[in-house]
Nanobody, 120 residues
């Protein structure tokens, strides 16, 4: 089974930057979409950013202009560059890849989560 390995989380002061990375343990032949979600204590998991197979991106209103999602399909890797971080960005961040052996056979893979803490 494919596993997603996340890295790049940590503690940063408000206004600082972090870059999250997420790589699949095995090759995924067909990737439909890659995304980042986050979940804070007492909150529902929410979509932060996504990039489709066609390269289109979507961002939560709260992170537009500050976060950038990018991908490297050959490496089965997705990144999240986070700039101008705010305390309200504090959460566990999860990467997600939708893909599989064919365009019509798609699985939903999740990372283990990485903690991002932004101090005031």
């Amino acid at each position: 089974q494919v596993q997603l390995v996340e890295s790049g989380g940590g503690l940063v002061q408000a206004g600082g930057s972090l870059r999250l990375s997420c790589a699949a343990s095995r090759s995924i032949l067909s990737i439909n979409a890659m995304a980042w979600y986050r979940q804070a204590p007492g909150k529902q998991r929410e979509l932060v950013a996504a990039i489709t197979s066609g390269g289109s991106t979507n961002y939560a209103d709260s992170v537009k202009g500050r976060f950038t999602i990018s991908r490297d399909n050959a490496k089965n890797t997705v990144y999240l560059q986070m700039n101008s971080l705010k305390p309200e960005d504090t959460a566990v961040y999860y990467c997600n890849i939708k893909g599989g052996p064919a365009v019509y056979l798609v699985y939903d893979y999740w990372g283990q989560g990485t903690q991002v803490t932004v101090s005031s």
